[in-house]
């Protein structure tokens, strides 16, 4: 089958960062989280173009990652691990320079045998309940900690995404206590959610992720993506005929129906059928019909004089949220969901790697 086209706007991501980077004070650093593979974009190139604007922190979840991202981006900038020290993670942290979020007594206890003189930092459980130390918890390590002295002090909000949820402000107030008892070092509380709340919640560092890569709650960000799916076959169907497994969609009309290559497998969520998702030929949207099936999707394009070669289902006009929302998820599903099948293309400033300036 003939390969979808996924390409990733460096340029687009790079303005992104640098309109989260303005909403803070000057004396605020920007972070760039590219856990997840940069959200499925591909951090070995998403990293250095952010380096190039300016980011000179990052976040990663898993040791492994970090080992790939310091080797795109060379020795110099900040990689702190999410999933802080985890069985076997020691000599990948103390090879590649990365420092992890330390989330629990056993874990600080763990590094300080492991890795007493390295880098790390501490991750406070501020009232998510997922990750980090909570007051119990952090009264029991305070001794190793002081010796450690972290270089980040974080947590995360739960509720950041609603700017009115009172656990916001609880949360604020519950990281300030638990930073306090520790020995002096930048904090951490905001990814993209806590950027857009105010300077109130940017303490000394903040976190984007999904803002730079064009999701919500950033509205203000450019698209970074634009997936572009082959079309493999147009046929004829007849008023009545059905379309696809369970003849989910029966012509009203004489109609022309385009097959195109791609489908869940590729990341297009079976549940996006239900949602009223378009495919785009320039600026003509054509309604996507039928189910979604593992290889492959079905438009109606009888209103199209001319079918083209591709039709995009990612652009502009239908961001990843529009098919969150078709499929009742969330951006970062989509996201993180886009395969490994399609070409993936790089444009902007920063997509010849050759051409990256700044590095560290």
């Not at 501020?126 to 010796?147: F, I, K, T, W, Y």
């Not at 098919?323 to 993180?336: D, P, S």
């Amino acid at each position: 089958m003939a390969r979808a086209t996924l390409t990733i706007d460096l340029d687009a991501i790079a303005a992104n960062w640098r309109a989260l980077d303005a909403r803070s004070g000057r004396d605020v650093e920007t972070a760039g989280v590219l856990k997840a593979d940069a959200y499925g974009l591909g951090a070995a190139r998403v990293g250095p173009a952010l380096h190039a604007a300016g980011a000179r922190v990052f976040f990663v979840a898993l040791s492994e990652e970090g080992a790939a991202l310091r080797a795109a981006l060379g020795p110099g900038p900040a990689i702190h691990v999410l999933s802080g020290l985890l069985p076997g993670d020691a000599e990948i942290l103390r090879t590649h320079d990365l420092s992890p979020c330390l989330n629990s007594a056993a874990q600080v206890i763990d590094f300080e045998n492991t890795l007493p003189n390295h880098i790390c930092a501490v991750q406070l459980d501020s009232g998510m309940h997922r990750l980090g130390l909570n007051a119990s918890e952090l009264a029991s390590v305070l001794d190793p900690l002081s010796r450690l002295r972290p270089r980040l002090v974080l947590s995360h909000l739960a509720c950041a995404d609603a700017p009115d949820h009172p656990q916001n402000a609880n949360q604020r107030r519950a990281f300030i206590d638990l930073a306090n008892r520790l020995p002096p070092a930048p904090r951490s509380l905001a990814a993209t959610g806590g950027v857009l709340l105010g300077p109130d919640y940017h303490f000394d560092l903040t976190r984007p992720g999904v803002g730079l890569f064009g999701g919500l709650p950033f509205t203000e960000a450019r698209p970074a993506v634009t997936l572009a799916l082959p079309v493999i076959q147009v046929r004829e169907v007849a008023t009545g005929g059905g379309v696809g497994y369970g003849a989910a969609w029966v012509a009203p009309r004489p109609s022309r129906v385009a097959t195109l290559s791609a489908g869940y497998a590729d990341g297009l969520l079976r549940a996006i059928a239900g949602g009223a998702v378009q495919l785009f030929a320039g600026e003509r949207a054509c309604p996507l019909i039928g189910r979604v099936s593992m290889d492959l999707v079905t438009v109606d394009v009888t209103d199209l004089a001319d079918v083209p070669s591709h039709l995009e289902i990612l652009n502009a006009r239908q961001t990843v949220d529009d098919l969150a929302r078709a499929a009742g998820t969330i951006g970062y599903e989509i996201l993180t969901s886009l395969g490994d099948r399609y070409e993936r293309v790089y444009k902007g400033a920063a997509a010849d790697p050759g051409a990256i300036s700044g590095r560290a």
